[in-house]
């Protein structure tokens, strides 16, 4: 079992910059994949981004060249660098992690997770 808690959420203004942080139990970099995934209210929970076990890293869209995945194996911490934050960004994001993620962008191909830390973007 792999616990994850995630930090750093909070409010800011569009155009502003937050880091995520994830600390998880136990993991290491070569035998799981990470990510990170949002859910806004009334929306489907949605993967922004993935870190795969060979460091090869996946966005989506709505967020490339926006956001960055990142990882401290050391500290067992994954990071979410997020900049330039639009509203439509207002979401809790949650960290996730697994073997073997069937579907990389699918929230249920994942089996473990964190609690959510909440993210909020005002124009």
């Known amino acids: 079992q792999v616990q994850l808690v995630e930090s750093g959420g909070g409010s800011v203004q569009a155009g502003g910059s937050l880091r995520l942080s994830c600390a998880a139990s136990?993991?290491?970099?070569?035998?799981?994949?990470m990510a990170w995934f949002r859910q806004a209210p009334g929306k489907e929970r949605e993967g922004v981004a993935i870190r795969g076990r060979d460091g090869t890293t996946s966005y989506s869209d709505s967020v490339k060249g926006r956001f960055t995945i990142s990882e401290d194996n050391a500290k067992r911490t994954l990071y979410l660098q997020m900049n330039n934050l639009k509203p439509e960004d207002t979401a809790m994001y949650y960290c996730?992690?697994?073997?073997?993620?069937?579907?990389?962008?699918?929230?249920?191909?994942?089996?473990?997770w964190g609690q959510g830390t909440q993210v909020t973007v005002s124009s």
């Open positions: 136990e993991y290491t970099f070569s035998n799981y994949y």
């Open positions: 996730a992690a697994d073997r073997y993620p069937v579907r990389w962008y699918a929230w249920n191909s994942w089996g473990y």
